[in-house]
């Protein structure tokens, strides 16, 4: 084997690894399955090409864009590397070229599409050649919970199997936990070496309050950022007029932008947010997409976004030239009872709806959680981080008091039904209600069954969310978003370990709706 570094240096040109990518190139080279989740331009390529470079045989990519497809290769030839492509883009030259090259043993990579690895022809010929590994970019086309869901991908776990079982990478950007939990299912027997990398966005302040008037507290908050450029997002077109009204007269460049607009007057509000110094655009999610602006300062949410993927996104439009920015996040009771309305109401199945439920859960549990705001997200993602020491929790403000026994009523809770269970059922349980689900599980007769009567059930819900936030039990999220203990969640449960809930949550306020709106 040839040294990797050595290759990164005389091969790719690169003076050093970024990170995540030496722990991922050493996996592979060490044989293992892997699963690696880094944000776009993370440089997730290098981590499949550096191994087949430094291996005898070949190294199989599966990509789903042509374009791209073609561009690597040609980036390759360019260093160097023998590789080529099989799709239906090629001319009956390419094609001889990469089969005799794949016979005389000397490409190294070979690009493919999915239609095209799965025809028989094509796969019969790659069976009686040597490859190493099958490295599958853009793999969250694999599942059905995303958003590029791409029925060819599915067909990949048979390629694998009809390959030998041959090692296998799969790559992806997406954060959602979700869609990474249908990736390993669909293409893996089984679990790989899972490797998150990339997804901290250091410069970017977090900060989340619950909604008292929203209009006063947007304001104090734009007010900090005067002459800077910066997005608040509102929960309907009315609001973002109404907000785009109220900081004009206060003396901002403010306009609305929403999909009620008609497209010229869009086009224009986009264009002076995109040209001018320090514009305020508010706006529905309808705003943002496809947009580079990166000197935007700040993104403020009047209201709850959608799920914890829709807030990362969102507050990941500012700050992209890697200079601070900050961020604002209002929620309310009437949010969370809106967007639950929504999930209900809405076209989606009941799987998708499940799912839905659970990431808006998880945004819930970061609003109430009672440690380091990075560091929840963050492990939301499956991303390991310290506390940032810069978030609004970080920086106290937060009252806290001893809900060691609290958490030990929870935990308990679950680990006698069986870590089974969602937060829903472990209300009843801990509140003592006969609900029918309860009954048929027969946990009535629990010990913990009503430990929980001292307080209200909407307490018992956000200490849930923040027995979670704090990572003493992970969620299921494919399934009923069951909750199970984690390795602290026991050490609490035995009483090694004190925590510290937040009480200032306990009680939401009820969102008094500002007066203009
Ligand atoms: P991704 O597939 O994750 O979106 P790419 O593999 O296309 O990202 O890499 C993004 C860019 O980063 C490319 O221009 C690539 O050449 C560059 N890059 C990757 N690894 C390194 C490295 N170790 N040092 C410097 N540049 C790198
Ligand atoms: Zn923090």
């Known amino acids: 084997m040839t040294d990797p570094h050595h290759i990164l240096e005389h091969v790719f040109g690169f003076s050093g690894y970024r990170p995540g990518q030496q722990a991922i190139v050493e996996a592979v080279l060490g044989g293992e399955d892997v699963l690696a989740v880094m944000p776009t331009g993370g440089g997730k390529s290098l981590c499949y090409q550096l191994p087949a470079l430094a291996r005898e045989g070949l190294t199989l990519v599966v990509s789903p864009l042509i374009a791209l497809m073609r561009d690597q290769v040609a980036q390759l030839r360019r260093n160097g590397v023998e590789a080529g492509s099989l799709s239906s883009a090629n001319d009956e030259e390419e094609r001889s070229r990469v089969a005799e090259a794949v016979r005389a043993g000397r490409l190294k990579l070979l690009y493919a599409s999915p239609e095209r690895l799965a025809l028989p022809a094509t796969l019969d010929w790659l069976a009686r050649s040597d490859v190493k590994l099958l490295a599958i970019d853009e793999a969250h086309c694999v599942s059905q919970w995303g958003h590029d869901f791409r029925p060819e991908y599915a067909l990949l776990g048979d390629v694998r199997r009809q390959l030998g079982g041959v090692q296998t990478m799969a790559l992806t950007a997406t954060a959602d936990v979700a869609t990474r939990e249908d990736i390993v299912r669909r293409l893996f027997q089984a679990p790989p070496r899972t490797f998150i990398h990339g997804f901290d966005r250091p410069n970017i302040r977090l900060a989340m309050q619950a909604k008292d008037n929203a209009r006063r507290q947007i304001l104090r908050f734009v007010e900090r950022h005067r002459g800077q450029s910066g997005i608040v997002y509102c929960a309907t077109r009315k609001d973002t007029e109404a907000f785009a009204q109220a900081l004009s007269d206060s003396g901002f460049n403010a306009l609305p932008y929403h999909a009620g607009l008609d497209a010229a007057a869009r086009s224009r509000n986009q264009d002076a947010f995109l040209q001018e110094d320090g514009m305020v655009m508010a706006a529905t999610v309808a705003f943002g997409m496809g947009i580079d602006k990166p000197d935007v300062r700040f993104v403020a949410h009047a209201a709850l976004p959608k799920s914890i993927e829709a807030y990362y996104q969102e507050i990941g439009r500012a700050g992209r030239d890697g200079l601070p920015a900050d961020t604002l996040t209002l929620y309310g009771l009437d949010d969370i009872r809106l967007r639950r309305l929504q999930i209900e109401e809405g076209e989606a199945s009941e799987d ?54 609290e958490a030990q009523k929870i935990l308990s809770a679950a680990v006698r039904t069986g870590e089974r269970f969602g937060a829903e059922h472990l209300v009843a349980v801990l509140a003592g209600e006969e609900t029918e689900a309860v009954l048929r599980a027969g946990h009535q007769g629990l010990k913990t069954f009503g430990v929980g009567k001292d307080r ?60 203009r709106e």
Not at 367 to 390: H, I, K, N, V, W
Not at 508 to 513: M, V
């Open 352 to 405: 998708q709806k499940r799912i839905e439920r659970q990431r808006l859960n998880a945004l819930i549990a970061l609003a109430e959680a009672p440690r380091c705001r990075r560091q929840t997200l963050l492990s939301y993602f499956a991303e390991a981080s310290e506390p940032c020491g810069r978030c609004d929790l970080c920086e106290g403000g937060v009252k806290v008091f001893d809900g060691t026994v």
């Open 456 to 515: 209200p059930k909407g307490e018992w819900r956000s200490l849930i969310r923040q027995v979670y936030a704090l990572g003493l039990m992970q969620m299921d999220i494919t399934s009923y978003g069951s909750f199970a203990l984690t390795e602290r969640g026991w050490a609490v449960l035995k009483g090694a370990e004190r925590v510290e809930l937040r009480a200032d949550v306990l009680q939401p306020r009820e969102s008094t709706r500002s007066r």
